[in-house]
């Protein structure tokens, strides 16, 4: 016999196994697992962490994914999984599926009208909460911590006691001990949805139902009811909401039901109010469009070499970089320009942001006040005789070569300042000489009128092969009580788009400090956000309970603020890129009748009818100060300096007064208000009409008046730096122009004065 074959396994090619070892295969292979060590029990775990961690050590990511999608239906015996179990969904999905679905139900929210974004958002919180959970109970646990991590932020300022609850839910078994899970699991989240939204809900996810449809509806259909409520949407700040807290119903019962018994915490109407003070805000200078730059810093390195600056004085180029720093435009508090769309620039453009480099270098440099001496600031006065009461309010153009006014007799003029002739491209007009013209248009009393940007030109024409571009204002804004805000051309003189949407008077306006958008604000309690090119407002940004009387921009372009007369007299910043209200100023006790924010964009200024100012910190959303000095009966314009450390004021107490911005408003000072002609000068200061158009330096003391009778006592803040008393014209409009210089208009009342003593 061959050595070969000398055993009978081997002649037949059979290994001889150890007999344990194989009774062990067999009792796997069979699916059992009695009688095995706990060891061997857990090492699928232990087997499949090694396995993930070697593949991304190695940077497998690919291999690595289709691994864990291998083994997400085997459990921690290395069995199929169990899918009757209570704790998880009947029909397992796609681990990886549900951060993708949340977060394109969370686009298509954001992206819907304002009015429905409040309600639609209150389906995100069950379905995060519910896919967590889904995906901790059948041990995709990478997977839900992925999910955790990147939305967790969201929800931090609404749900923190549950958030704190889920981060410690890390294991199947956790999901089936914790009392929250086992809260949500075991009753229905209940969301209530007006119907107007039912329709077009149910629409998207069938829609989309590959994207975010399978995963949303069986999260709702499994763990949640939808209640259809028989109302109008409700937001935070919607009519709705506004009208039921005036009649203090805070809840329907169907939104008391919202949410799961027992958990305190809601989405819903009992959280409306709840505002972030702290909300991160971007305030730095809005980036100048790349191509633009470059133009502009080619054109002034060519004005640098034709006109070299004299002695003491740093180049445009120098300068342009020092205002445009591209490292301050790239920090965290700057916003990004894909963030509001603009029209792409023109020659127009270049020109003009030539010129204000230019104006910003040969300023008149406020330095600030040093030893108790203010700076000495100069204001240009325009005074309107002859308007019989009938001017309502009143603008100047940024070149200071034109002025406008709105009347009670529903008609709009406009006068060049230097009385040269206005000129018109009409053809019929080229034989009409006029200073001034007259719009027709409006059917109401005109409340406000606003000139687009511009500025005084260069003396020459940078672009050879064709027209020098006309940097002079080409438009003009106008809002009235019939409820339209108009746009006209102050090159045909005549009226070019109506923008209608306001319920009711509209009282203000303003232009974007980049130009195209404006806001309004009116009767209807609306700040709307409009375009040149549109129609139609973009934003509609509702919160205030009463009507608005006044708004303005933030220097970037990002925020608008709002004010409230009568019984909210309240202060709103809004965002322009997504409509949220991101502060709240509360301190007014009268009608806020004007606001302005600083070029720094740091410090809000408001002033109210009783003749209090406040400045505000944006970014903290409190108060630093209150300056007093004006009497009664309104200020009704704010100006900043470049610097933004000086501010001037023109209230109907016939002065236009300036004060300092970065000193403390403590103390204050006496000076006597006259009732016969209604006259504040600040103390120490002179009444005889002589003297009436200097300024005055306020000391200590109480100054006496010469009416008949006994004047009232006008407490001063010595933050106030001088006062220009005029005789008997209260002051309309104040600005400060880009070389700080002040301008002043407003209209002799001779009749309404004498009347009063």
């Not at 007093?628 to 109907?652: P, Y």
Request: with cysteine; glycine share 8%; hydrophobic share 35%.
């Amino acid at each position: 016999m061959s050595r070969r074959g000398s055993h009978p396994n081997q002649a037949r090619g059979i290994v001889q196994v150890n007999p344990h070892y194989a009774t062990q295969n067999a009792y796997l292979h069979q699916g059992h697992t009695d009688g095995l060590d706990r060891n061997v029990i857990t090492d699928h775990v232990k087997v499949r962490k090694l396995v993930t961690d070697y593949l991304l050590k190695k940077g497998y990511k690919r291999t690595e994914e289709i691994f864990r999608q291998e083994v997400k239906d085997i459990d921690e015996n290395g069995k199929p999984r169990d899918n009757s179990d209570a704790t998880a969904s009947n029909k397992l999905l796609p681990a990886g599926k549900y951060l993708k679905a949340f977060k394109h139900f969370e686009l298509w929210v954001e992206r819907g009208i304002d009015v429905y974004k409040f309600e639609l958002a209150k389906i995100l919180w069950p379905l995060f909460i519910y896919s967590y959970l889904r995906l901790v109970s059948q041990g995709s646990y990478a997977h839900a911590q992925e999910l955790f991590e990147q939305l967790r932020d969201r929800f931090e300022k609404s749900h923190p006691d549950e958030l704190k609850t889920l981060s410690t839910i890390t294991l199947s078994q956790h999901v089936r001990e914790n009392t929250l899970a086992k809260a949500y699991l075991e009753n229905q989240y209940v969301i209530p949805i007006s119907k107007t939204l039912i329709g077009s809900l149910f629409h998207f996810l069938e829609r989309d139902l590959e994207q975010c449809g399978a995963v949303v509806l069986d999260i709702i259909q499994s763990h949640c009811r939808v209640d259809s409520v028989d109302r109008g949407p409700i937001e935070p700040f919607s009519f709705e909401a506004i009208w039921r807290r005036s009649r203090r119903q805070e809840l329907d019962e169907v939104d008391v039901q919202e949410g799961i018994p027992g958990i305190s915490v809601r989405s819903g109407l009992a959280n409306r109010n709840i505002l972030d003070n702290k909300a991160a805000l971007k305030l730095g200078p809005f980036p100048m469009d790349q191509e633009l730059r470059d133009d502009v810093i080619a054109e002034l390195g060519e004005e640098d070499r034709l006109h070299p600056p004299r002695e003491g004085l740093q180049t445009l180029v120098a300068e342009f970089k020092s205002i445009h720093d591209i490292k301050k435009e790239g920090e965290d508090d700057s916003p990004s320009r894909a963030d509001i769309p603009y029209p792409p620039s023109r020659a127009r453009d270049v020109v003009m942001e030539m010129q204000k480099v230019r104006e910003n270098r040969d300023r008149f440099r406020i330095e600030g006040r040093t030893g108790g001496v203010g700076p000495a600031i100069s204001v240009v006065m325009f005074t309107f005789h002859n308007h019989l009461g009938s001017i309502a309010c009143m603008d100047f153009s940024k070149d200071q070569k034109l002025v406008a006014v709105g009347t009670t007799e529903s008609y709009i003029r406009v006068w060049s300042l230097d009385g040269s002739e206005l000129k018109s491209r009409l053809p019929a007009h080229r034989n009409q000489h006029h200073n001034n013209r007259k719009l027709i248009g409006h059917s109401a009393p005109v409340y406000t009128v606003a000139f687009s940007d511009a500025i005084a030109n260069l003396d020459r024409n940078i672009y050879e092969a064709g027209p020098q571009p006309e940097t002079a204002s080409q438009l003009l804004l106008s809002c009235s009580a019939d409820g339209q805000v108009r746009l006209w051309s102050l090159e045909t003189w005549s009226c070019l788009c109506i923008y209608k949407g306001h319920d009711g008077p509209v009282f203000c306006l303003s232009w974007s400090p980049q130009g195209h958008y404006f806001a309004t604000g009116g009767w209807d309690k609306t700040v709307r956000i409009w375009s040149q090119d549109h129609a139609s407002a973009h934003r509609l940004l509702v919160g205030h309970d009463t009507a608005i009387s006044c708004v303005t921009w933030h220097p970037n372009g990002m925020y608008v603020f709002s004010a409230s007369d009568e019984t909210d007299k309240s202060i709103r910043m809004w965002s322009i890129v997504n409509g949220d209200c991101v502060r709240i100023f509360n301190g007014h006790t009268e009608y806020i009748s004007a606001m302005e924010c600083a070029p720094n964009g740091k410090i809000l200024a408001s002033a109210d009818i009783g003749g209090t100012i406040f400045l505000w910190d944006i970014q903290k959303g409190t108060r630093i100060k209150r300056c007093r000095g004006h009497g009664r009966g309104g200020i009704w314009s704010l100006s900043f300096s470049v610097e933004s450390n000086v501010l001037i004021s023109g209230g109907q107490d016939n002065t236009v007064r300036v004060w300092d911005v970065e000193m403390p408003a403590e103390g204050n000072r006496l000076t006597n208000q006259q009732d016969g002609d209604n006259t504040i000068v600040a103390a120490g200061g002179q009444t005889d009409g002589k003297q009436g158009g200097q300024a005055t330096q306020p000391t200590s003391g109480t100054a006496t008046g010469t009416g008949k009778r006994k004047g009232k006592e006008v407490m001063i803040t010595p933050d106030q730096i001088s006062a220009f008393p005029t005789k008997k014209t209260p002051v309309i409009k104040v600005q400060f122009t880009r070389m700080n210089l002040a301008i002043a208009g407003g209209c002799y009342y001779p009749e309404t004065q004498d009347a009063a003593r």
